[in-house]
């Protein structure tokens, strides 16, 4: 029984939904986890998934932003 892997993928396409509407939305890992109910080990899947994919990445002060955005 694979737990976790629907709504980690749903989590994965709220968030890009949330950063397209938002583009200048700034997150860490902390309030990612807050915002989405999840544990550290799935916010870290997650905000990996997305950096790998290049839809974020990681700031120098350990916030997460769109990628290709404006970098600050």
């Not at 989590?11 to 397209?20: K, P, S, T």
């Not at 997150?27 to 994919?53: E, K, M, S, Y």
């Amino acid at each position: 029984m694979a737990t976790g892997i629907l709504p980690e993928d749903s989590i994965v396409d709220r968030l890009r939904a949330e950063f397209q509407e938002m583009p200048d939305l700034r997150v860490t890992p902390f309030q990612l986890q807050r915002l989405c109910a999840i544990n550290g080990a799935a916010c870290r899947r997650i905000l990996d998934a997305l950096t790998n994919d290049g839809f974020l990445h990681s700031t120098g002060d350990g916030h997460y932003v769109r990628g290709g955005g404006a970098r600050r």
